[in-house]
């Protein structure tokens, strides 16, 4: 029998009921307010004039829809090339760390090497280092091995990510080791069991650990400032900074918008994996 703060039999009473339904409809609402207000509004200022959004910032569209703007963020501040190089990082940050997470995870919580348990304790050591104090051991060993302003910089050093080699270690700890010990009988060697029965199981978590990969990547500023000087190869996220003096409002405002397309739609595709799923549940567990 469930249990709750409100008792079945004072559900029951419309006295109780009615007020109740309206408080959860008012905190509804105010979560989607102070959830989605914001990306509400970025979407609205991108095709309103720089007039209106300063006059009258909360109005919706005083004067009309200007969709030049996403035209000119797109052309004239050469929003398509960094966008591009955007994309190119994004996309190689997430398969090292895809790569990283699911081999590390396999070794620790599937093969179990003899010092195992050593290892997993130092990957889950690390995360109490702050990120801040590797900065510049960091950023001297990129000089030494001459990756300044190429992708390998920033791709290489995402890779080290200690929390997602923890949680896919934690859920292929959770999988079943019947599964694995019926493919060994059948003849497959370690390298199949990963490819064709650990990777298909483990879709929940993959979906995960792209998101989060995508996500951090796409936003990260204060690497790629440092490790990226060139402009040529500059994400948005450190050009539209640079670039928000130089431009009218209306059209960084628009170029902030088409930089947030991608990770809305990465969560859009993969919230099925979150809510389905239960890969973050299964993790914790583990």
């Known amino acids: 029998m469930s249990r709750g703060v409100i008792s079945p039999a004072e559900w029951a009473s419309p006295r109780v009921r009615r007020p109740l339904r309206v408080l959860q409809g008012v905190l509804?609402?105010?979560?989607?307010?102070?959830?989605?207000?914001?990306?509400?509004?970025?979407?609205?200022?991108?095709v309103t004039p720089t007039q209106d959004t300063l006059r009258s910032p909360l109005a919706?569209?005083?004067?009309?829809?200007?969709?030049?703007?996403?035209?000119?963020?797109?052309?004239?501040?050469?929003?398509?090339?960094?966008f591009l190089n955007t994309v190119v990082m994004a996309a190689g940050s997430w398969l090292v760390q895809l790569v990283v997470a699911t081999t590390a995870g396999y070794a620790l919580a599937v093969l179990r090497p003899r010092y195992?348990?050593?290892?997993s304790g130092v990957v889950l050591a690390t995360l109490f280092v702050p990120s801040i104090v590797l900065l510049v051991p960091l950023y001297l060993t990129v000089v030494r091995a001459s990756m300044v302003n190429t992708f390998w910089a920033v791709?290489?050093?995402?890779?080290?990510?200690?929390?997602?080699?923890?949680?896919?270690?934690?859920?292929?700890?959770?999988?079943?080791r019947e599964v694995f010990?019926?493919?060994?009988?059948?003849g497959a060697g370690p390298f199949r069991v990963f490819?064709?029965?650990?990777?298909?199981?483990?879709?929940?978590?993959?979906?995960?650990?792209?998101?989060?990969?995508?996500?951090?990547?796409?936003?990260?500023?204060?690497?790629?400032?440092l490790v990226l000087p060139d402009p040529a190869v500059q994400p948005l996220s450190v050009r539209?900074?640079?670039?928000?003096?130089?431009v009218e409002l209306?059209?960084?405002?628009?170029?902030?918008?088409?930089?947030?397309?991608?990770?809305?739609?990465?969560?859009?595709?993969?919230?099925?994996?979150?809510?389905?799923?239960?890969?973050?549940e299964g993790a914790v567990k583990g």
């Open 195 to 225: 490819w064709s029965v650990v990777l298909p199981m483990s879709r929940p978590i993959i979906g995960v650990v792209s998101v989060f990969a995508v996500v951090a990547s796409w936003k990260d500023f204060l690497w790629p400032l």
């Open 60 to 82: 919706i569209f005083p004067h009309g829809i200007d969709l030049a703007n996403l035209a000119t963020a797109w052309t004239r501040v050469n929003i398509d090339k960094y």
């Open 240 to 246: 539209l900074p640079a670039l928000q003096r130089y």
């Open 155 to 176: 791709w290489l050093p995402a890779g080290a990510n200690a929390f997602n080699v923890v949680i896919v270690q934690r859920f292929f700890a959770n999988l079943p």
């Open 28 to 46: 509804l609402a105010a979560l989607l307010v102070v959830g989605l207000g914001p990306m509400l509004w970025l979407a609205k200022a991108a």
């Open 250 to 280: 209306d059209v960084f405002l628009a170029a902030l918008a088409i930089s947030s397309v991608i990770p809305i739609a990465l969560f859009l595709v993969f919230q099925r994996l979150f809510l389905r799923g239960g890969a973050l």
């Open 116 to 119: 195992g348990k050593l290892v």
């Open 181 to 186: 010990e019926a493919a060994r009988v059948d």
